[in-house]
């Protein structure tokens, strides 16, 4: 067998299922997905705001959506008890493969009451395209500041990032240390990393494998010149990619609609994206940038059970970023904003708070 047909039998599921058990066994996980109870009170994907265009500097159209303050600030405190001040704006960055729509219970819990920013990163979503060289964190760094200078032209921004939204957030605090202190009071780092990740972890919820790193970025550059054909079976392998996406990217048996959710978004992106944005995270080497984050009030967020980026990656990050703080979310995965809403919201209250105090103090 060809490495290119071997390579496009575990995009198909081969290595899932093995990794899954038996047809039988994904049939049983499926039917105990569906048992599962569900949460939600507005459906994923319903909170919308008027969309906005920020034209990245390579002529990407990035897709932007701000919610503003409706709510005096004597209301915001008697309703939710959080002293953020109507002046701070939070700008969201997503994960790998996913969109904005990703922080929906975090939109939903300072709509309104805060002044918030989500966009879906280039190549995710509703953005445009990237070229392949500028697929890289570093251009996602570039992108978070256009959306910054655009969207929130003055005043203190808290900047919360994802997975690879967090590297985004490292890369603007590389190229733009100066921001840090100034326009940026506050950061919050959720299920990421700085560098040193093992990149064969990253292809778990989308080809349920365990590869390592070399094998992974030779898997990842086979399957990327035939994405369509990968896609194709990624489509016809729908039901081992949810039991995929339900084992590597939670911890806890989550609710039905919360798997098929993150599984929407993933099979949303196509291969060639994946393919494109994967080289970056092999060579990621930042942690000797984060430093520069103990300017400001940081919170470090990661799930027990993430097993994609792993709790070490963030207990590293605390160590090298000064007077920062560590929620440990017991038993959750890499998916820790969905799983864990209600305890990643609450770390983030008390981020906006250490950040408008540090305002008024000035």
Not at 211 to 235: E, F, I
Not at 293 to 309: N, Y
Request: hydrophobic share 40%; net charge neutral; glycine share 10%.
């Amino acid at each position: 067998m060809s490495v290119q047909r071997k390579l496009l039998g575990v995009a198909a599921g081969a290595v899932g299922l093995a990794a899954a058990g038996t047809a039988l066994e994904v049939a049983r996980r499926n039917h105990a997905i569906e048992s599962r109870r569900d949460d939600v009170t507005a459906p994923f994907g319903t909170l919308r705001s008027t969309p906005r265009s920020v034209i990245a500097e390579d002529g990407v159209a990035l897709h932007v959506e701000v919610d503003e303050v409706t709510e005096p600030p004597a209301r915001h405190r008697r309703l939710s008890g959080r002293e953020p001040g109507p002046e701070i704006t939070l700008v969201f960055a997503h994960g790998y493969c996913l969109n904005l729509d990703c922080w929906h219970f975090q939109r939903g819990a300072y709509r309104g009451l805060v002044r918030t920013v989500f966009y879906d990163q280039r190549s995710h979503g509703r953005s445009g395209r990237s070229s392949h060289e500028h697929a890289t964190i570093e251009q996602l760094g570039r992108d978070l500041k256009q959306v910054i200078d655009e969207v929130v032209p003055e005043g203190p921004v808290v900047l919360v990032g994802h997975s690879m939204g967090g590297m985004s957030v490292v890369a603007l605090a590389e190229q733009f240390p100066e921001l840090i202190g100034d326009r940026v009071v506050g950061v919050g780092l959720i299920s990421t990393t700085a560098g040193g990740l093992d990149v064969g972890r990253i292809l778990l919820p989308m080809l349920p494998s365990r590869l390592s790193g070399r094998v992974a970025s030779r898997a990842v550059r086979s399957l990327g010149r035939r994405h369509r054909s990968v896609d194709g079976l990624r489509r016809v392998g729908s039901a081992i990619a949810r039991v995929g996406t339900d084992l590597f990217a939670f911890g806890d048996d989550v609710p039905a609609a919360y798997v098929d959710f993150v599984d929407e978004m993933l099979s949303a992106t196509p291969f060639e994206v994946v393919a494109e944005f994967f080289p970056s995270f092999s060579s990621l080497d930042k942690f000797h940038i984060v430093e520069v984050l103990g300017r400001v009030p940081t919170a470090i967020i990661c799930g027990t059970e993430d097993r994609l980026t792993s709790l070490g990656h963030s207990r590293k990050l605390h160590q090298r970023i000064a007077g920062s703080r560590l929620l440990e979310c017991e038993g959750a995965g890499h998916m820790v904003p969905l799983e864990r809403h209600d305890q990643v919201t609450a770390e983030l209250d008390q981020l906006i708070t250490a950040a408008s105090t540090r305002l008024a103090g000035r």
